[in-house]
């Protein structure tokens, strides 16, 4: 791999051994299921989640500069957005347990590149969350509340879905090229 094929993150010196970890994908994909979504959304907002045209996105691309000076700085992991209410929600996804102030660190390059996006209008306001599957010891929980960062634990429901998935046949109904 070449220097310039890493992430801003990847030369700081972050790994993210999450990225090949299948269950770290299919914890994006959970959490942007509506039911789930709308659990986190209420977390933070005491609003309908429908009303506040909510939408998810996935491996959201976090860049640096312009042009020939475009970098990635790296790719947040579920984004829920709302125009309406004009804020987004960054979720950092951790399957496998890493040092609390690692993922400190990491929410804070996030939080520095986050509002010089050239790749359009960044709301005034983001909320950050570090959602997995480990309950959170009550002083890494306040480390990171002391950063602007909350928690959740992804549980049982999660474990339900991940095994629903993995016994589910995918459809064929396309046609092959």
Known sequence: MHSFDKTLLARLGFQDPDRKESKHSLACQYLCREN?????WRHFFDADFVEDKV?????VCLTK??????SIVGFLDVVLHSRQRKVDVVIEVKIGRVDVAEIARQMEVYRQFIYQQSSGPVFDEVRWLVVAPWQFHPEEKQLLKSKGVETLRLGAAFD????ERAK??????????
């Open 36 to 40: 789930v979504a709308a659990k986190v």
């Open 55 to 59: 939408e998810c996105g996935q491996e």
């Open 65 to 70: 500069g312009q042009h020939q000076y475009l």
């Open 160 to 163: 339900a879905y991940c095994v």
């Open 168 to 177: 589910a046949k995918p459809d064929f109904d396309e046609e092959p090229l």
